[in-house]
């Protein structure tokens, strides 16, 4: 079955920090991963997606199919970090795709 | 700005009362998703339209309905409301399949069930 697990509820590192948000997925195809944001009072909005390889706000994530993960990494956080981190699947059992969700992971940047 | 909008942002209805949730959306895109986000879990999908076509998750229960009228608008009526259903109700959008494409959401429409 199509799963994403975030086995990390809360995540709590202090300013400067490297922070690693981990994230696992299960799925018979060949996955295309995402991970999504909610800062505090604001909508969910897309971070970054594995297929584009990129570098957002310092975030990278690196697909790894031998270990089924996509783990989100930062170098140094900053308090600015500190949201919801939701790590989603693309899912093409449907007709046209969709996403399934991790639960998040909370992550705290302490000053 | 173009964007998501979901009204109303906070819904309290009473148990058995029947409710609709709006949503639209200015970015003119083809597929609108109606997701429901329980505490402290992951946002779930319920149904998502491809312009007019309906597609129903498997396990998304019959008291919930959507309805498509034109590009901009999309409702999620439910029938008659449990306790259950209390949940923040997340609309998003995107231009076409999820392949490379990005999702917008809206800030959600927290529903109560007295």
């Known amino acids: 079955a199509q799963r994403v697990t975030q086995p990390e509820k809360l995540l709590s590192v202090f300013k400067g920090a490297p922070v690693e948000l981990k994230c696992n997925y299960s799925y018979s195809g060949s996955p295309e991963l995402f991970w999504y944001v909610q800062y505090s009072r604001q909508r969910l909005q897309l971070l970054l997606r594995h297929i584009s390889r990129e570098s957002i706000k310092g975030f990278t994530a690196d697909l790894n199919k031998g270990e089924t993960s996509f783990h989100l990494k930062k170098p140094f956080a900053q308090e600015e970090d500190s949201a919801m981190y939701y790590c989603?699947?693309?899912?093409?059992?449907?007709?046209?795709?969709?996403?399934?969700f991790g639960k998040g992971t909370k992550l705290s940047v302490k000053p | 700005d173009a964007m998501v909008i979901q009204n109303p942002r906070y819904q309290v209805t009473q148990f058995g009362k029947p409710v609709t949730l709006s949503c639209s959306q200015t970015?003119?895109?083809?597929?609108m998703y109606w997701y429901q986000q329980k505490s402290s879990q992951a946002p779930k999908l319920l149904f998502h339209?491809?312009?007019?076509?309906?597609?129903n998750e498997a396990d998304t229960p019959d008291n919930f309905q959507s309805r498509r009228p034109n590009t901009s608008f999309c409702f999620l009526d439910i029938r008659s409301p449990g306790l259950g259903d209390a949940a923040m109700y997340l609309c998003a959008t995107s231009r076409e399949g999820t392949s490379n494409n990005e999702q917008f959401f809206g800030p959600g429409t927290r529903l109560t069930v007295l």
């Open positions: 989603a699947l693309a899912n093409y059992g449907g007709s046209q795709g969709n996403l399934i």
């Open positions: 970015l003119n895109h083809n597929v």
């Open positions: 339209y491809y312009d007019k076509d309906f597609n």
